[in-house]
């Protein structure tokens, strides 16, 4: 099952098998080339693609009773892992272990772009959520900056931080349409320019992960139909609850609005803060970035220095 807000994949046990199954024949046809070797062996990486090795490796033994498990990678004819993200883990392995032919997982999101998503294995699943396994990571990136998760003051970290994430991220599976409700009455004679803002946010970047923070107004031009005003703070906070940059934002706000009110035209700016820039790299402290996007009527000369003059 999908659970949509966070698109979030519940492997079942049968997924797991017809997923082994594909990759044993991945293995035999491309990386052996349906050559049959004497003792060949599997090597499952820690910790998920143990599980995972064991899977394929039953697969495997369908075609070839030869097949084994190894826990030596030095003696690995194939890598396993769970799933591959960027291929940077198995990509690791293969370098310091050449007499590997391959590295292959049950999720593989570089070969295969359709796996899209958070997968949940059901090793991992507790209660129908990965609460456990998405802490886990949490750990082991606290190790890896240098603290240690078994302090005090970290003890409770990991519960913490899983908890923000699906609050700062609670954007995806959801579209604005759901939240335009429109009205007709009250419409019938409104014909200029209706300004909102500012609307703070707050998003995260999504090449680091680092936040970015700022205000939005949203004018719009009726076209016999109005919005109720407090969503336009709920079409704000679905956007920008989502790993962003602020050019695709201002656009998805504005093209939303476009679309689920039809109004004569729609103006979006953005200005923001981008914590990527002021505590990393260029270090430019107290920078802001101004981004907007005007569509229809809006886009006139004089709709446009309207609308600026207000946001002023």
Same mark, same amino acid.
């Given at each position: ?8 994949? #519940?492997?079942?046990?049968?997924? @797991? ?5 594909? &990759? ?17 062996? @599997? ?60 590295? #292959? ?8 772009? *359709? ?28 190790? #890896? ?15 913490? &931080?899983? %908890? ?7 954007? #995806? ?5 759901? @939240?335009? %409700? ?12 209706? &300004? ?8 995260? *970047? ?7 923070f700022g205000s939005v107004h949203i004018a719009y031009i009726p076209d016999g139909k109005i919005v109720g005003l407090s969503k336009f703070a709920r079409l704000v906070e679905i956007y920008s609850r989502r790993l962003q940059v602020q050019e ?13 009110? *039809? ?35 809006? %886009? ?13």
């Amino acid at each position: 099952m999908t659970d949509k807000l966070f698109l979030t994949q #519940y492997l079942t046990l049968r997924d @797991v098998a017809v997923r082994a199954e594909r &990759v044993a024949k991945t293995i035999t046809d491309e990386a052996l080339h349906g050559q049959r070797l004497f003792h060949p062996a @599997v090597y499952g990486i820690p910790r998920g693609g143990i599980p995972a090795a064991f899977a394929v490796l039953h697969a495997l033994r369908e075609d070839n009773p030869a097949w084994d498990m190894t826990d030596d990678p030095e003696k690995a004819t194939i890598f396993i892992d769970d799933i591959i993200d960027s291929g940077e883990t198995i990509g690791r392995y293969l370098k310091k272990y050449p007499q590997a032919v391959g590295g #292959y997982a049950l999720v593989d999101k570089v070969r295969n772009p *359709c796996d899209e998503g958070w997968f949940v294995f059901p090793w991992e699943a507790k209660d129908g959520k990965d609460d456990e396994g998405i802490r886990a990571n949490i750990t082991r990136l606290l190790q #890896y900056i240098g603290d240690d998760p078994n302090r005090e003051g970290l003890l409770e970290t990991p519960a913490r &931080v899983e %908890k923000a994430y699906r609050e700062w991220f609670s954007g #995806y599976g959801h579209e604005g349409a759901e @939240v335009l %409700k429109t009205f007709e009455d009250g419409a019938e004679k409104t014909d200029e320019m209706i &300004v909102v803002g500012p609307i703070s946010f707050y998003s995260h *970047c999504e090449h680091h992960m680092a936040p970015f923070f700022g205000s939005v107004h949203i004018a719009y031009i009726p076209d016999g139909k109005i919005v109720g005003l407090s969503k336009f703070a709920r079409l704000v906070e679905i956007y920008s609850r989502r790993l962003q940059v602020q050019e695709r934002l201002t656009t998805q706000i504005a093209e939303s609005l476009q679309e689920g009110l *039809c109004p004569k035209g729609v103006a979006v700016l953005v200005k923001a803060r981008h914590l990527c820039m002021e505590s990393r790299g260029a270090k430019s402290i107290g920078s802001t970035t101004t981004t907007s996007k005007l569509l229809g009527a809006m %886009k006139t000369s004089e709709a446009r220095s309207e609308f600026l003059r207000l946001c002023a």
